[in-house]
């Protein structure tokens, strides 16, 4: 079962979708497995974060900027003016 696990995971997003849309037993263990990793993809491509945010200042602070106004409570981000940190939290 891991080793089908394994070569799942090697195979491309279109190999993975032709071979669901071939499938007639929905029952298939095996088309459960195709079906958990094509989540764990669309999952991982869809991830909120970026890379850069974590040693770009700039792309950091837009998303926290963008986060606060669009929480339950909102509050408004204020960055240095060198926009290198964050200067104050203001609550809406």
Excluded: C
Aim: proline letters at 4%.
């Amino acid at each position: 079962m891991n080793n089908i696990k394994e070569k799942i995971k090697t195979l491309s997003d279109e190999t993975i979708g032709n071979m669901l849309s071939q499938r007639k037993d929905n029952n298939s263990s095996f088309k459960k497995l195709l079906i958990a990793e094509q989540e764990k993809r669309k999952i991982a491509n869809d991830s909120r974060h970026h890379p850069i945010q974590a040693t770009n200042w700039e792309t950091y602070l837009m998303e926290v900027i963008k986060t606060g106004l669009t929480s339950p409570t909102p509050y408004k981000v204020i960055p240095y003016k060198n926009g290198v940190g964050i200067k104050k939290i203001e609550l809406l």
